[in-house]
């Protein structure tokens, strides 16, 4: 059974810094495309930043030049450091993992997700 564990989230000043962490567990013998997405009450859940399994990049235009993502293949971890934190980033994190291939075939995952307060 593959699961999803983020870690890293909290509560930090405007202008702070965090690093986000995503670790899928379990047996995994690859992974697609991994990604950070964010969601507030009312509101529908929207894709913060993206990587392939080659590396290439994608983000909302909202956090270009702050954020940044990245990962370790060989750790199935995906990384997510974000500088310059605004109070309009508050919102619970969560991390996905597409086309994930395991024991139990090909699949995508979530993670339970982790709480982004940043303060004024």
């Known amino acids: 059974q593959v699961q999803l564990v983020e870690s890293g989230g909290g509560l930090v000043q405007a202008g702070g810094s965090l690093r986000l962490s995503c670790a899928a567990s379990g047996t995994i013998f690859s992974i697609g495309a991994m990604g950070w997405y964010r969601q507030v009450p009312g509101k529908q859940r929207e894709l913060v930043a993206s990587i392939t399994s080659s590396g290439s990049t994608n983000y909302v235009d909202s956090v270009k030049g702050r954020f940044t993502i990245s990962r370790d293949n060989a750790k199935h971890t995906v990384y997510l450091q974000m500088n310059s934190l605004k109070p309009e980033d508050t919102a619970v994190y969560y991390c996905?993992?597409?086309?994930?291939?395991?024991?139990?075939?090909?699949?995508?995952?979530w993670g339970p997700g982790t709480q982004v307060t940043v303060s004024s």
């Open positions: 996905k993992a597409d086309r994930v291939l395991g024991f139990l075939g090909q699949n995508d995952y």
